[in-house]
């Protein structure tokens, strides 16, 4: 079974920084891209960056600049590092990988149970 952890939410005051991490542990074969994703009440979920196997990144344009996001292929972890903090950020924030699995080998998408971040003084 693979679950994704993540940790780091909490309140913080606008301008100010929180470093979100996801673990992802289990039977896992290969991990491709890993993300975060947001959703805040009353609106869809929405990508908020993504990075490759590689290292290769990708950000929404509301969050270029202020976060960015790094990979530990050893310790199977992502992390988002998030800077400039503004009251619209205030969402749940997920985890998502797409993980090949081992014993059976099956690709899937996996998510975490989601971390509260609130902006607000």
């Known amino acids: 079974q693979v679950q994704l952890v993540e940790s780091g939410g909490g309140l913080v005051q606008p301008g100010g920084s929180l470093r979100l991490s996801c673990a992802a542990s289990g039977s896992i074969f290969s991990i491709n891209a890993m993300g975060w994703y947001r959703q805040a009440p009353g609106k869809q979920r929405e990508l908020v960056a993504t990075?490759?196997?590689?290292?290769?990144?990708n950000y929404a344009d509301s969050v270029k600049g202020r976060f960015t996001i790094s990979r530990d292929n050893a310790k199977n972890t992502i992390y988002l590092q998030m800077n400039s903090l503004k009251p619209e950020d205030t969402a749940v924030y997920y985890c998502?990988?797409?993980?090949?699995?081992?014993?059976?080998?099956?690709?899937?998408?996996?998510w975490g149970q989601g971390t509260q971040v609130t902006v607000s003084s």
């Open positions: 998502n990988a797409d993980i090949v699995s081992a014993y059976p080998f099956k690709k899937n998408s996996y």
């Open positions: 990075i490759t196997g590689g290292g290769s990144t």
